[in-house]
């Protein structure tokens, strides 16, 4: 088996916790799909969330930019298991004490 083709990384230390999803993806464009959209759910944007926000476009305008349509793409269309990268990421924060369950509950 052939390793996976490199990545573009993340901004910063989003990059550090991406990877920890690369194993989860089958393509290339799939990983950099999920730096993308955890880049856009994290950067302040003015429209809370939306799709074109999310790709860095504008409204109506640019709905049909390449960079939307690849996100759109990711999230409806292509192959990727959401129960495994939700486990996944329960895991990652399990492994953080402030985040962890413990007997009085949870975060």
């Not at 901004?11 to 464009?29: I, N, V």
């Not at 999920?34 to 994290?42: H, N």
Request: with cysteine.
């Amino acid at each position: 088996m052939t390793a996976p083709r490199p990545c573009p990384p993340a901004p910063g230390p989003l990059e550090d916790y991406a990877k920890r999803f690369d194993e989860l993806f089958h393509t290339l464009a799939q990983r950099r799909s999920f730096r993308a959209y955890l880049t856009g759910l994290l950067l302040p944007h003015d429209r809370n969330k939306t799709l074109t926000a999310l790709a860095g476009a504008e409204p109506v305008v640019q709905a049909q930019a390449a960079a939307v349509q690849r996100l759109q793409f990711f999230l409806s269309e292509a192959d990727w298991d959401a129960q495994a990268i939700n486990a996944q990421r329960l895991a990652l924060m399990a492994e953080q004490p402030m985040l962890a369950s413990h007997a009085r509950g949870v975060l």
